[in-house]
């Protein structure tokens, strides 16, 4: 039964702590009547939260795998108590500052559920649990709809004080349904940290996850200001287009898991950038507010589908160190929301306008689908060489010419040729005389015609010793239909030939 609560309650706890996460952001259009906030504090002020919210997530990453998802839930929801009641008593913008920072823990706690929840599923399926966790994004539009809504009924700071109820009800279910008996995995962090910095995978996965969630937060946060100072919308109108853009984004995070369970995972990135840099671009040419939605709604799309995708692939390539793999992934994602609110900040008081930083958003995602694509047909080479390495037959590949350019382990095995013993060498050197000339004519004649020729032939090791190998050459061509190398398949069939020969010799 307690297995069975987890993913509804760890979804729900993302719920929580992605409402508590953007409380500044959603309110901001009301404490800035109460507290004044110069213009060039408004996107450092919306930001920060982001900033502990990104870093934390590898601590907790880890920590979900050696104390288990119930216990770091119910110290994330303690600790949240103090920067909501903070903030619901401040007085200034510092103060605002030092509880926003402390906000980041309803953000960081995203890295629990992914490392805990693959646990109870298949692997089949993680693309989709972990995309149905992910509908805990909507935790921000939750926030971002209601808030100002209740805010203009009992004013902000009782608003705020509301999230304290919200938190203590969370900590009494997590003591009470949190699974006490979770696997637990207590590999040293430095050790899980050595075994995944150096491949490639995770930091490119980190860069996707840098623009697909990063562009999440940073629209949450940005759009209710943005919205109201740019067309002129009422706050509300604002808060409730926000909530959209979150809802659609969230929504279709399980989507993008499901269909990672389903097709090719990378294919469907592909897609995403694809739209992204489509999208940015359109955005870029500041628009009426018509083509500021599509455009808008476009990438909701994207990084919803792109974030469940992503959760699909961490897993996948980094089951055993799956803690600290997601946190930095989801850390780097985090990170992506916290810079994108500076750079348009910056660029809106130098040029007085957004056009720049959304180019600069569809350069980027055009760079991550080139990205994409590299690993894409990276693994496709990969894959193809874990097969040419690990295969039982032997295998040589020659040129035209018969020049041997490569050979697999188990060619060595099979023949006792090292591999610089045979490469920029012809086949010939392991020719025996028991075919006559004629056998090898008809044998090229075949491949020639037909495009392969297999069958039983006589061959040497390298010790000199003679063997009977069941042979295949086959000619691979390129697109003309022109012959650009020959590629050899071979078993050592002597001792099956020896008890054949036995037993016609045996028989009457």
């Known amino acids: 039964m ?13 719920v929580v702590g992605f ?7 959603s309110l901001m259009p ?58 619901s008593e401040a007085s200034s913008v510092m103060d605002l500052i030092i509880g926003g920072l402390f906000l980041g823990i309803g953000g960081a706690v995203f890295s629990v559920g992914v490392t805990s929840l693959p646990k109870y599923y298949p692997k089949e399926k993680h693309g989709l649990v972990n995309g149905i966790y992910g509908v805990g994004n909507i935790g921000t539009a939750i926030t971002t709809f209601s808030a100002p809504l209740v805010a203009t009924q009992i004013g902000w700071s009782a608003t ?37 910095y150096k491949n490639e995978k995770l930091w490119l996965f980190s860069l996707f996850y840098f623009i697909t969630f990063g562009s999440f ?49 990378l294919l469907l990135l592909m897609g995403t950038f694809f739209v992204y840099t489509i999208a940015a671009i359109v955005l870029a040419f500041s628009p009426s507010i018509g083509l500021y939605t599509v455009g808008s709604l476009a990438i ?43 750079m348009l900040s910056v660029i809106y008081s130098i040029t007085g306008q957004y056009s720049i930083g959304f180019m600069l958003l569809s350069q980027v995602a055009l760079a991550s689908l080139v990205l994409v694509l590299w690993m894409f047909y990276q693994d496709r080479l990969t894959l193809a060489s874990e ?47 028991r075919q006559s000339p004629d056998f ?35 000619a691979v061509q390129d697109e003309t239909g022109e012959n650009v190398r020959y590629v050899g398949t071979f078993t050592d069939i002597t001792t099956q030939h020896t008890k054949r020969m036995s037993e016609l010799t045996e028989s009457p």
Do not use: C
């Open 300 to 342: 909701a799309i994207s990084a919803g589908i792109g974030n469940g995708v992503i959760f699909k692939l961490v897993p996948l390539y980094f089951n055993k160190q799956a803690g600290i793999a997601n946190g930095i992934v989801s850390m780097m994602g985090g990170l992506g929301g916290f810079f994108p609110p500076l």
């Open 30 to 87: 009301f404490i800035s009547e109460d507290i004044a906030i110069p213009p060039e504090r408004l996107a450092i002020l919306t930001a920060i939260p982001v900033v502990l919210g990104s870093i934390l997530r590898i601590p907790l990453g880890y920590y979900a795998n050696v104390f288990g998802a119930r216990v770091i839930f119910l110290i994330s929801f303690i600790l949240l108590l103090f920067p909501v009641f903070y903030i």
């Open 160 to 196: 705020v004080k509301l999230y304290l109820i919200l938190l203590l009800v969370f900590v009494a279910l997590n003591f009470i349904f949190g699974d006490r008996h979770e696997t637990k995995v207590k590999t040293p962090i430095f050790e899980q940290i050595k075994g995944v």
């Open 217 to 265: 937060v940073a629209f949450t946060i940005y759009l209710p200001s943005f919205l109201v100072m740019n067309f002129g919308l009422e706050k509300v109108d604002a808060g409730m287009r926000t909530a959209g853009f979150i809802a659609v984004a969230t929504f279709l995070r399980p989507v993008g898991g499901w269909l990672g369970d389903k097709l090719q995972p």
């Open 387 to 433: 097969v040419f390495n690990s295969t039982g037959q032997g295998i040589l590949v020659t040129d035209v010419t018969g020049i041997i350019k490569k050979v697999n382990p188990a060619f060595t095995k099979l023949t006792g040729f090292d591999e610089e013993d045979v490469i920029g060498k012809n086949p010939n050197l392991m020719k025996s005389e």
């Open 440 to 474: 090898y004519y008809g044998m090229w004649q075949d491949i020639e015609k037909h495009g392969m020729w297999q069958g039983e032939i006589w061959n040497k090791k390298k010790s000199g010793e003679e063997y009977l190998q069941w042979l295949n050459i086959s």
């Open 19 to 25: 409402m508590v996460w953007v409380i500044i952001s």
């Open 2 to 14: 307690i297995k069975k609560v987890q993913l509804p309650l760890q979804t729900l706890n993302l």
